[in-house]
């Protein structure tokens, strides 16, 4: 359960953080989101029922009853209210309410009335959207409604843990190979230009042969590890097989990609791991731009290639093509 | 069997309603992995709270079944696509 005392109201970053590890702001929502809503309009009896999510600047609807889904600058929304708030954020007449009677939803041609909302809290305190429902008309809401919205605002973020658990690959912690790959599709159909690397572990097998496989386990765990400190917020990181990992960044020159994943290679070379006596765990890796045109599967296959030629030309070093 | 306790002191019957949906949609329920098995409980512990809600509210028992139902059939699909995602 979340308590109160737990919220992090005041930090923006932080909460868009958040929202970014749900994953959800640019891929499918959950089925059960869209009976939630159906289940709310019905329940209240209400003209508009949406689960949003806010990012730094907009909102975006990420199921919807009564209306179409959207985008929406997220100053503008009553949601952005209620992600600032503990509770409930309730408005019964939004023309007399200081809050919301000069809001684009309310004086524009929505004429929204009334408005519900509570937030959608993570069990880290950080609230990355609301669950709320919106009428034309004003309308009192009694203590029983407010607890059932509250209530179903918990199973949604419970619903928002489980695929959280389907895309986080419980070993390393590192983006399954899944999410990765959907993560990746999602980028391509932009169309815009990015680098991709794959990596794998030097010598992996004989780690676990030599001292067992729960070490080895540590060890991917360590690398893991290593790579996210390096990353931080730069790009996305994902597991895609035993020892085999790929990281994904943004569009830069090829002297910069190739200065970057030599950064994650020496993290891991001179990172400590004293499971292994005096051997040094490495990484080969291989950096492949995308080209306009390049399928996800072909993009991989470059990478893929670049990785095996760094790994038989010598290990731990960085090809790029 | 169940921990499904939620996070106040419910009524029984919220819980009976919880755990026949659960017995009957997650029959599995038993052989999950362990954090398979805390999620599914968390979320089954927010619909308990979420029953409890709306039989406080006054709402119609067949419709609070109905709205279990719904909830955990969703739930259980996704459920099983990340089951078939780890194999």
Not at chain 1, 42 to 53: G, L, R
Not at chain 1, 141 to 159: D, P, R, W, Y
Not at chain 1, 252 to 278: H, Y
Not at chain 1, 281 to 301: L, R, Y
Request: aromatic letters at 8%; charged letters at 30%.
């Amino acid at each position: 359960m979340t308590h109160f005392s737990s919220l992090k109201l005041n930090d923006d970053p932080g909460r868009v953080a958040a929202l970014e590890r749900y994953d959800i702001l640019d891929a499918e929502a959950p089925a059960g989101f869209t009976d939630v809503v159906t289940l709310l309009k019905s329940i209240f009896d209400m003209p508009y029922a949406a689960i949003t999510v806010i990012d730094r600047r907009s909102l975006r609807t990420k199921a919807a009853a009564g209306m179409e889904c959207g985008d929406f600058p997220r100053e503008d929304t009553p949601c952005n209210v209620t992600i600032q708030n503990a509770g409930l954020t309730v408005a019964e007449n939004m023309s007399a309410d200081e809050r919301f009677r000069d809001n684009p939803f309310v004086t524009g041609d929505a004429g929204i009335r009334s408005y519900i909302g509570a937030p959608l809290t993570s069990p880290d305190g950080y609230s990355i959207g609301s669950l709320c429902l919106f009428g034309t008309e004003p309308r009192m809401f009694t203590e029983g409604e407010k607890t059932i919205l509250q209530n179903f605002a918990k199973v949604v973020v419970s619903q928002l843990e489980l695929r959280q658990a389907a895309t986080v690959d419980r070993l390393t912690g590192a983006m399954t190979r899944r999410s990765f790959e959907d993560d990746l599709a999602r980028h391509v159909d932009k169309g815009s230009a990015s680098w991709l690397m794959f990596f794998d572990i030097d010598r992996f097998k004989s780690i676990n042969d030599t001292f067992g496989h729960h070490v080895g386990d540590k060890a991917l765990r360590h690398v893991a590890d290593c790579i996210r400190d390096c990353l931080q917020s730069e790009g996305k990181f994902g597991r895609i097989g035993g020892e085999e990992f790929a990281v994904h960044i943004g569009d830069v020159a090829v002297e910069e990609a190739m200065e970057f994943a030599n950064k994650l290679r020496k993290a891991v070379e001179t990172s400590s791991f004293d499971m292994i006596g005096d051997r040094t765990i490495t990484i080969s890796v291989g950096a492949a731009h995308h080209t306009a045109g390049d399928t996800v599967e072909d993009w991989f296959q470059k990478a893929d290639k670049a990785m095996y030629q760094a790994k038989t030309t010598g290990r731990n070093k960085v090809i790029v093509c | 069997m169940y921990n499904f306790d939620g996070d106040r002191l419910m009524n029984d019957e919220a819980r009976r309603i919880v755990e026949g949906e659960v017995s009957r949609r997650l029959s599995d329920f038993e052989n999950l992995p362990d954090d398979l098995r805390d999620l599914v409980e968390r979320h089954c512990s927010a619909l308990v709270n979420l029953t409890e809600a709306m039989r406080q509210a006054g709402k119609d028992p067949a419709d609070i079944r109905s709205m279990v139902s719904v909830l955990l059939s969703t739930y259980e699909a996704d459920l099983v696509r990340l089951m078939e995602d780890r194999k």
